[in-house]
């Protein structure tokens, strides 16, 4: 694989440049930085799967400037589909709708059905007007690894591997895109993300939500852990983080002999005084939590400790999409 010298840099039409030449770079979006591509360039798009790692069963998110390019690449879009698009697009929704033709079977998987997005981080937006083709991007990280929120984060793991790092400052939203399509004459949700259920449900009433393993049938529960940092994380299920067996052991907070640090939602105080902790939000706020989630469990992963005791939010927002993270991040027991 070629070894690049990775540059970050604002300039947009650099970006333009290496996209039309068929190269893979990293792209901010208002959720996570993508992986991007041009997505009806089937030798690019190997290379994202490639670079990242990904087997080739997981499918990739294209994306659009918006409704109208959109109609390019899907066969169809029921009407509570587009309702959704006319609402929350650019933003962070990404819609399953049957595919066109002219749409790579490489980029979907093989499966009928093509992820479309329309962005709306402003970088993102005029980076998508000026090309004249979609991008397919996952999120811009090692498979199975945290999602980067930053044009750092993005280096330090794909430092060599791509030319280019388009930066757009820190992700606004923090999570993935919700992923909803239309089966059964019913709106499914596939994953929780970005934008709220409540949001979702606000338009176009209850929704079914069913969270897959895999989102692809023909690989079932292939993709165990997700979303996932190097040192073990347990939910404060494991050890209740109000129990009585902390230590403190040479400054340092420890379980069983085992030095933690702490993912909490607001800054809890009764926590023993050496704990290593670090809060999604001062005040609270989901959505701040969701900003700064991937980030903190990044340097949790640095952190001089041997795991990670993550504490739940409540199960509304954001709060869910989180919580579905750090589910899938968690050591299966
Ligand atoms: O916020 C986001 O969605 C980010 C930014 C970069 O847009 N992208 C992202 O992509 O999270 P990725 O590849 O990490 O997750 C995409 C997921 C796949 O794992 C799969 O579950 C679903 O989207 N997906 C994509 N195409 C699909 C398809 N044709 N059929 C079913 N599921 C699909
Ligand atoms: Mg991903």
Redesign the pocket.
């Known amino acids: 694989m070629t070894n690049f010298q990775t540059s970050i840099n604002t300039d947009i039409s650099q970006a333009v440049e290496w996209l039309q030449s068929g190269e893979c770079i990293a ?1 901010p ?8 591509a041009n997505a009806l360039n089937p030798a690019a798009v190997v290379r994202i799967f490639e670079i ?1 790692n ?1 087997p080739a069963f ?6 659009v400037s918006g409704l109208e390019q959109a109609q390019r690449y899907a066969a169809d879009f029921s009407p509570p589909l587009q309702m959704l698009a006319e609402k929350y697009w650019p933003g ?1 929704l ?1 819609i ?1 709708v049957p ?1 066109r033709e002219v749409v790579p079977e490489l ?3 093989g ?5 479309l ?1 329309a ?1 709306a981080h402003p970088v993102a937006q005029c980076l998508l007007q000026e090309l004249h083709f979609p991008l397919a ?5 090692p498979f199975g690894y945290i ?1 980067p929120t930053s044009a750092q984060h993005v280096f330090d793991q794909l430092q060599g591997k791509i030319p280019y790092i388009l930066d757009g400052g820190p992700c606004q ?1 923090g ?5 909803v ?1 239309f089966e059964n004459e019913q709106v499914v949700v ?2 929780l ?2 934008l709220a259920l409540e949001a979702i449900e606000q338009i176009v009433g209850p929704v079914r939500v069913e969270l ?1 393993q ?3 049938p023909a690989a079932p529960g292939m ?1 165990k852990s997700h979303y996932a940092p190097k040192k073990p994380l347990f939910g404060s299920g494991r050890w209740r983080l109000d129990g009585g067996q902390w230590m403190v052991d040479n400054g340092q907070l420890t379980v069983d002999g085992r030095r933690i640090g702490v993912l909490t939602f607001k800054p809890r105080t009764d926590l023993p005084e050496h704990a290593l902790q670090i809060s999604l939000s001062e005040s609270g706020d989901l959505a701040e939590a969701a900003q700064n989630l991937f980030a903190a469990l990044r340097t949790l992963d640095q952190a001089d400790i041997d795991l990670i005791l993550a504490e739940s939010l409540p199960e509304k927002g954001l709060g869910r999409a989180i919580n579905d993270r750090l589910r899938r991040a968690a050591v299966r027991e």
């Open positions: 792209i979006t208002e959720t996570v930085y993508g992986l991007a990242k990904r997981d499918p990739l998110i294209v994306h962070p990404t399953l595919k980029v979907t998987s499966l009928p059905r093509v992820a997005r962005p991007a996952p999120s811009a990280n999602s939203v999570v993935e895109s919700t992923i399509g596939y994953r993300g970005g897959n895999s989102s692809n993709l």
